[in-house]
């Protein structure tokens, strides 16, 4: 198996432009997570979706970002208009279930100038 | 919300030496995972390990969730090892809580 698969692994973009984040989760995985890191906070999550369902939202820092999962096999995390403390590395991670082993991809390391 | 602490915060090791890492955590928990994140910030699954006691190779980890804890023991510790060791929770929400981690450099 290939694991979780993130695109693009960096994006350099300037303040106020739109950046999206992909995610391809492990085959037969059915939990999908999206998680931040930085340096303030450490790891944190976003939002957190079972079957294709968005289930727990409450970490999205605010309605500037915006996360989809059309099928089981993509997820996408929007954030428009970017901003410069929007700049971290997030993480896409999935399990077969929502109390059973996550496992990361490597990352999109984000930086907003 | 749930609170996972982490010791010590960082550690310095000579290449050879033993090692033992500590997650102290809230609240009863559905699921505890170690991570390591390696210098290049992948996270890579140790153990998947809400109860009880597993090894693989050099490394073994032991949660007793009676007593809300979890510890990771490095043997033999190598370079390679080095990186920062994270414990993460599920505790009745269904997301991952980390703790602080635990920076571990191996000096040969």
């Known amino acids: 198996d290939a694991g979780v698969i993130q695109s693009p692994r960096h994006e350099v973009t300037e303040m106020g432009q739109e950046v999206t984040l992909r995610c391809k989760p492990i085959s037969g995985h059915n939990s999908l997570f999206w998680y931040r890191q930085t340096m303030m906070r450490g790891l944190e999550l976003l939002i957190y979706f079972n079957n294709n369902v968005p289930i727990d939202d409450s970490g999205m820092p605010e309605d500037r970002f915006s996360a989809k999962m059309p099928n089981a096999s993509f997820s996408t995390l929007k954030i428009q208009p970017s901003e410069p403390r929007d700049s971290a590395v997030y993480f896409c991670a999935s399990s077969f279930g929502p109390y059973n082993e996550q496992f990361f991809g490597p990352g999109t390391r984000l930086t907003v100038l | 919300g749930i609170q996972v602490e982490q010791s010590p915060p960082d550690l310095i090791l000579q290449e050879g030496a033993n090692s033992t890492l500590r997650c102290n955590f809230s609240d009863s928990v559905n699921n505890l995972q170690w991570f390591h994140q390696n210098p290049w910030g992948q996270l890579i699954n140790l153990f998947y390990?809400?109860?009880g006691t597993k090894q693989n190779g050099r490394l073994s980890a032991t949660t007793v969730a009676t007593e809300r804890y979890s510890l990771l023991y490095i043997s033999s510790s190598q370079t390679t090892d080095s990186g920062v060791y994270f414990c993460?929770?599920?505790?009745?929400?269904?997301?991952?809580?980390f703790g602080t981690g635990t920076r571990l450099t191996v000096i040969p």
């Open positions: 993460a929770v599920v505790s009745g929400a269904n997301n991952l809580f």
């Open positions: 390990i809400p109860s």
